[in-house]
């Protein structure tokens, strides 16, 4: 140990350790007797407010998301899965490995920066883990393309019609009026509707867009005005809210709602609930609501050197309050991180977080969006302009950047893609001699 060098171990490559990990990479760049070692189950890092672009085929599979090795060239990358953290031994477990090369290390740190996120939670609903696609990860938005498309080309087919499927094919289920629900439906829409007339045997009325939300009014992280407008903009282009209403249940024949009712789907996506990473709940340390309490150094008050950001993080703003799950909160722990690793690290004080959220926006489809910015309302084409900008500008990369504004530019010019992203092999046959 002793000619080891000091480690920061960073786990999670979200938008909170990687924006931890950059800051270190440059605070640190000349640093001999530190490294910074960055854990991620993903070897890229997702740009999670455009992955309903993703999903939708607005941009391309890829064009989103940046690989950590091209972001963090200073910084020692493992990927693999965080299976354990002992904050007693100063140890994680990380597991990577193919097949019978699986296997794990015990990686050990000096100071230890937990970024791991949160997880999809179905709440234990019948038939969800079965039947709902959720929308987190890049991954997620791939096989809601994919199924979006299978259904659409199903739909097409004569024996959908006399088999009776082709509404449960036609139809798109969201459960969950916040942003990405609200997002992901409206992208879907234009996608579905864009692409029929490459489905003859479809018509307009054949498709069915619902959102489903517990609440009285979609985006209730905005200005109610906003959220009505958005209302109001879906419902007039036929898409159906059922509002005060929640997911009962699911199964192969469609979504059993709150009210009774049931609507015969084959897309069901999931946008209505997070929970915080299982792997905490087998920390020893103060939690609030299944996050880490951290204070407002973002340190874990009882275990010297450990601190947490992000949405898997419980950190008081100054009315005692939780800050937001958002990326912008996230990205900006991550620096204060970076910076409080530092100060204990070479001397010097650490600071608090504290951030008041700028603004928020939301797409809602048809080049229309809702915006509020330093209290500011937008809707309509200008909100959706200041979405794109903003973005855009936010995304890691002149490269992806210029890949998407190349996606957005031929979007004006051409129709949707609608190939399917194959992962399976082509088949094989085994036998008989060349
Ligand atoms: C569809 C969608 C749209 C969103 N849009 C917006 C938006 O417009 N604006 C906004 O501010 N916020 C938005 N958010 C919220 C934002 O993405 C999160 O608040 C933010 O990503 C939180 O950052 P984080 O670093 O805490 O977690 P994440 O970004 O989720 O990162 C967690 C990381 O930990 C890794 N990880 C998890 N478990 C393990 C493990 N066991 N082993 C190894 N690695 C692991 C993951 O792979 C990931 O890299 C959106 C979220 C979603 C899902």
New binding site residues.
């Given amino acids: 140990m002793a000619d080891r060098k000091h480690r920061i171990l960073i786990?999670?490559?979200?938008?909170?350790?990687l924006h931890a990990a950059l800051r270190l990479q440059q605070r640190l760049a000349r640093a001999e007797d530190v490294e910074i070692v960055l854990?991620?189950?993903?070897n890229f890092f997702s740009f999670?407010?455009m992955?309903?672009e993703v999903a939708a085929s607005d941009v391309d599979l890829t064009h989103v998301v940046n690989p950590v090795r091209k972001l963090l060239r200073q910084v020692r990358f493992f990927q693999?899965?965080?299976e354990a953290i002992d904050l007693a031994a100063r140890t994680v477990r990380v597991a990577h490995g193919s097949g019978p090369a699986h296997h794990a290390h015990e990686l050990d740190y000096d100071q230890l920066v937990i970024?791991?996120?949160?997880t999809t939670n179905y709440y234990g609903l019948p038939g969800l883990a079965e039947h709902a696609l959720p929308?987190?990860a890049l991954g997620d938005a791939i096989a809601l393309r994919n199924r979006v498309i299978a259904c659409l080309e199903e739909a097409d087919t004569e024996c959908a019609q006399h088999g009776g499927h082709r509404s449960a094919l036609a139809t798109v289920v969201v459960a969950g009026g916040g942003?990405?629900g609200v997002e992901t439906l409206g992208a879907l829409d234009d996608f579905a509707r864009q692409s029929l007339r490459f489905y003859p045997n479809l018509a307009p009325s054949d498709l069915r867009m619902v959102l489903v939300h517990s609440g009285d009014e979609i985006l209730p992280e905005l200005d109610p005005r906003l959220g009505a407008y958005a209302r109001k903009k879906l419902a007039a282009r036929g898409i159906e809210l059922r509002l005060g209403t929640r997911v009962r249940g699911a199964s192969a024949a469609g979504v059993e709602l709150s009210d009774g009712t049931t609507i015969p789907t084959r897309t069901l996506v999931w946008t209505a609930g997070t929970t915080p990473?299982p792997?905490l709940a087998t920390l020893p340390c103060k939690k609030e609501g299944g996050r880490l309490l951290v204070n407002e150094r973002l340190e874990l008050p009882e275990w010297p050197g450990v601190f947490a950001?992000?949405?898997?993080a419980w950190i008081p703003d100054p009315q005692g309050k939780p800050y937001p799950?958002?990326?912008?909160h996230?990205l900006r722990q991550g620096r204060v991180i970076a910076d409080n690793v530092l100060a204990e690290l070479r001397g010097g004080e650490k600071r608090a977080f504290s951030f008041r959220t700028i603004g928020q926006l939301a797409t809602i489809g048809r080049r229309a969006g809702v915006a509020q910015i330093f209290g500011l309302r937008f809707s309509g084409f200008v909100a959706w302009w200041l979405w794109r900008t903003i973005y855009l500008a936010k995304l890691p990369r002149a490269e992806k950047k210029l890949r998407v504004v190349l996606d957005w530019t031929l979007d004006l010019v051409f129709s949707k893609d609608l190939v399917q992203f194959a992962t399976a092999t082509s088949p094989t046959l085994r036998g008989g001699p060349p």
């Fill in positions: 786990l999670g490559g979200g938008f909170g350790g854990v991620s189950r993903e999670t407010p992955l309903h693999g899965d965080v970024g791991l996120g949160s929308m987190k942003f990405a990473h792997l950001l992000g949405d898997c799950p958002t990326a912008q996230a």
